[in-house]
């Protein structure tokens, strides 16, 4: 959807690895092996958004740092419009008709702010699980993604705590 916007597809992964994700922190040579591309074409797109200060830099010693500048006058309409691209706003809405769930989590490609047409869902609490894949069906074919749902109790989470550690976790609900 984006593509028919915004022509290069370098920059529309920049964007949606920073603004699908806010809190991630990335180096030019991390990126360009990320997404497939030359350093050069993720360079380019870099310096624009930088220049444009959608993006800002951190430098730590010889690395350059770049996140999303949260506080740019259009960060929450370009996060809006991440979200919906991708169909994570479509997912959180899903989500909060849930009952009985306690917390909910975006995991895999999504939390990373890789659009991989894959959407994980860590979603915590006593839920009736052919309701969520029921409704999880209904969401796909609106969002044309696949959603994978993965649906544990508090106690299962916590005793499964030390995996997460070692995953993106990006909290939708609760």
Same mark, same amino acid.
């Given at each position: 959807?984006?593509?028919?916007?915004? =022509?290069?597809?370098?920059?529309?992964?920049?964007?949606?690895?920073?603004?699908?994700?806010?809190?991630i922190? !990335?180096?030019?040579? *991390? /990126?360009?092996? *990320?997404?497939?591309?030359? =350093?050069? !074409?993720?360079r380019? $797109?870099?310096?624009?958004?930088?220049?444009?200060?959608?993006?800002? &830099?951190?430098?730590?010693?010889?690395?350059?740092? %770049?996140?999303?500048?949260?506080?740019?006058?259009?960060?929450? *309409?370009?996060?809006?419009?991440?979200?919906?691209?991708?169909?994570?706003?479509?997912?959180?809405?899903?989500?909060?008709?849930?009952?009985?769930?306690?917390?909910? %989590?975006?995991?895999g490609?999504?939390?990373?702010? &890789?659009?991989?047409?894959?959407?994980?869902?860590?979603?915590?609490?006593? &839920?009736?699980?052919?309701?969520?894949?029921?409704?999880?069906?209904?969401?796909?074919?609106?969002?044309?993604?696949? /959603?994978?749902?993965?649906?544990?109790? $508090?106690?299962?989470?916590?005793?499964?705590?030390?995996?997460?550690?070692?995953?993106?976790?990006?909290?939708?609900?609760?």
């Amino acid at each position: 959807m984006l593509e028919a916007i915004i =022509t290069s597809k370098s920059r529309i992964k920049v964007l949606l690895k920073f603004f699908l994700n806010p809190d991630i922190k !990335a180096y030019l040579r *991390e /990126i360009s092996t *990320e997404f497939g591309d030359s =350093t050069n !074409a993720v360079r380019v $797109e870099l310096n624009r958004l930088v220049g444009a200060k959608l993006l800002k &830099i951190q430098k730590d010693g010889r690395n350059v740092y %770049y996140s999303a500048n949260q506080e740019h006058p259009l960060y929450p *309409e370009i996060n809006t419009i991440s979200r919906k691209a991708t169909g994570v706003d479509s997912v959180c809405e899903w989500i909060s008709s849930i009952g009985n769930m306690q917390r909910a %989590y975006l995991s895999g490609d999504y939390a990373c702010g &890789i659009d991989s047409g894959v959407i994980d869902v860590v979603l915590i609490g006593n &839920i009736d699980k052919q309701a969520v894949f029921d409704k999880a069906s209904v969401v796909e074919k609106y969002i044309n993604r696949k /959603i994978r749902p993965l649906i544990l109790t $508090e106690e299962e989470f916590e005793n499964m705590n030390s995996k997460w550690k070692s995953q993106k976790l990006l909290k939708l609900w609760g």
